[in-house]
């Protein structure tokens, strides 16, 4: 209701926003880096952070700079199940017939990643989302596919993204050996007070303003209540949108978030 109200061409805070146009924070910059560095190396990585952070979508940024012709990219999102539902999603991944048992997939996936590497010289790369929900027996089996050639080459790249609980979950004894091959982390932050200013300046640009369409005490409500998180502060500030333009106000005040707040609880 609000598009036409504030002369929106689009949705400010759409979810497919394509990778090009994603907001770049001091952290979402810093978490590049070490994703290009995790690409060269050719290791294990971890990246964590608080729910509605953009883990995923930092992961979804890193794989389209990659190139196709020398990488590809496994995204399994589904951490839930079995050693077997997990070696299941990754042959479909990969474009392979399953198999029924356990130890016929473990082998059929490592040939793929072999002939891949050693054949068409195109690294795998292997995103699990949501990877604090694993089992502590399908981490041992991500760890142990991630070994060729008696631990001697690294054939496929591993990235384990999930909430803080999974950092915790790997430092403990049981994990040590996954623990010790993790060559790049990262701890997602959220945005600073100033950046969720630029972050809303951003989004609203790309939807066709350049309005300070939120007064500053109305900002300075909308980062504390989101606690700076990119999807909850998206989704107030979707809300407070509505107020406003129900209002009939030409910009965003505190008091639109105070009720963007009562209808997101």
Request: glycine share 6%; charged share 20%.
């Amino acid at each position: 209701m609000y598009l036409k109200h504030f002369g929106f061409n689009r949705f400010p805070f759409e979810r497919d926003i394509a990778v090009e146009d994603m907001f770049q924070s001091q952290s979402m910059q810093e978490l590049s880096v070490r994703l290009q560095h995790l690409i060269e190396l050719r290791g294990i990585g971890l990246v964590t952070g608080d729910p509605g952070s953009g883990k995923s979508s930092a992961c979804r940024r890193m794989a389209s700079a990659l190139h196709p012709g020398l990488h590809k990219t496994l995204y399994v999102p589904l951490s839930t199940g079995n050693p077997i539902d997990l070696y299941k999603c990754i042959a479909w991944e990969l474009g392979l017939p399953t198999e029924r048992s356990r130890a016929a997939l473990y082998r059929q996936i490592r040939n793929e990643v072999t002939r891949l590497s050693l054949e068409a010289r195109v690294h795998c790369l292997l995103i699990v989302d949501e990877a604090h929900a694993l089992r502590p027996e399908v981490l041992e089996e991500l760890r142990l596919l991630t070994n060729y050639a008696m631990d001697s080459q690294n054939r496929l790249s591993l990235l384990l993204c999930g909430q803080t609980e999974l950092r915790r979950r790997i430092g403990m004894a049981v994990h040590e050996p996954l623990n010790q091959r993790i060559v790049v982390r990262y701890h997602l932050g959220t945005l600073a007070a100033d950046e969720c200013t630029a972050y809303l300046a951003h989004l609203l640009k790309r939807a066709g303003t350049e309005l300070p369409l939120f007064e500053p005490q109305a900002l300075a409500a909308l980062h504390q209540s989101s606690s700076g998180l990119p999807r909850k502060l998206n989704l107030l500030a979707h809300h407070a949108l509505i107020a406003a333009a129900a209002n009939k106000a030409k910009a965003v005040t505190a008091e639109h978030v105070q009720t963007a707040m009562a209808e997101c609880s």
